[in-house]
């Protein structure tokens, strides 16, 4: 695995001499960012050697390299889930590349469902902690030490300090956020109302199918992480909704641009 960790970063490191500290996962709701990135130059996932393909409409398959603002990044358009039928290690495997290139912050987006009374559809939950209910470990089997530790620390998977800050950017630009703990399910079904109900009991407040395999990773890599879910549905007991990825899709299009704007300020401010 190491070797082909090292093979993709040269590649794209032979092409992009001058690699960000700052990376980007553009899950659901985030599609926008990309408008905001200057200077662009592309790459695609099929280009990479080593790289899963993207195929959940709405996520492109590209690396995205430019500028936020002042600050260098780089922009995953398109993100790898268990359910399309890779493995963990090929689901993180972008996450340790970007390790391997330098990376220190990982910034993700995702779309949920939400459990939590208070939650309507559109709101912005960031994510203070999460809950695995995934079949598969991304750290199962063998450790390399120099990814990380064998036992790694999840005490604060999510950086209370980018947090606070995301709260400070929200408050200054009239934006109300949620927070909550997520809960990352293997999909692809989207839940029943006994499954809201159980995920509700033991401690979420939203569930989605992503973020967690990644976030895992990139903590066992020492990166530090902020992310954030916009609520597509409901799944509260008493009025669960019908779900479907179009109205998924619907709900994360129109709480885009403040997602955006709060992305967008966390990176300049980093």
Request: charged share 20%; proline share 6%.
């Given at each position: 695995m190491i070797e082909k960790i090292k093979e993709t970063a040269a590649f794209i490191?032979?092409?992009?001499?001058?690699?960000?500290?700052?990376?980007?996962?553009?899950?659901?709701?985030?599609g926008e960012l990309v408008n905001h990135i200057t200077n662009q130059k592309e790459l695609a996932y099929k280009d990479i050697p080593n790289f899963p393909i993207s195929t959940v409409e709405g996520h492109s398959g590209k690396l995205i390299f430019g500028k936020l603002g002042t600050k260098d990044i780089m922009a995953m358009q398109g993100r790898f889930h268990f359910y399309e039928g890779y493995d963990m290690k090929q689901v993180t495997f972008p996450v340790r590349v970007m390790k391997q290139l330098g990376v220190k912050t990982l910034f993700v987006s995702n779309a949920a469902g939400g459990m939590n009374p208070t939650f309507k559809v559109g709101d912005l939950m960031v994510i203070r902690d999460h809950i695995n209910l995934f079949p598969e470990h991304p750290l199962h089997g063998k450790n390399y030490n120099e990814l990380g530790p064998r036992f790694p620390d999840m005490s604060e998977a999510y950086s209370k300090r980018l947090i606070k800050k995301a709260f400070e950017i929200a408050e200054k630009n009239n934006i109300y956020l949620q927070q909550?703990?997520?809960?990352?399910?293997?999909?692809?079904?989207?839940?029943?109302?006994?499954?809201y109900k159980y995920f509700k009991i033991?401690?979420?407040?939203?569930?989605?199918?992503?973020?967690?395999?990644?976030?895992?990773?990139?903590?066992?890599?020492?990166?530090?992480?902020?992310?954030?879910?916009?609520?597509?549905?409901?799944?509260?007991?008493?009025?669960?909704?019908?779900?479907?990825?179009?109205?998924?899709?619907k709900a994360a299009a129109l709480a885009q641009p403040k997602m955006t704007l709060i992305m967008k300020e966390l990176v300049e401010q980093f």
């Open positions: 490191k032979e092409r992009f001499p001058i690699i960000p500290e700052t990376a980007i996962i553009l899950g659901t709701g985030l909550g703990v997520y809960v990352g399910t293997q999909g692809p079904t989207f839940e029943t109302p006994a499954e033991i401690g979420g407040d939203a569930v989605g199918m992503s973020t967690v395999p990644e976030v895992i990773v990139a903590r066992h890599s020492d990166m530090e992480v902020f992310a954030i879910s916009v609520i597509t549905d409901l799944g509260v007991e008493g009025i669960v909704e019908k779900a479907s990825h179009e109205e998924v899709q």
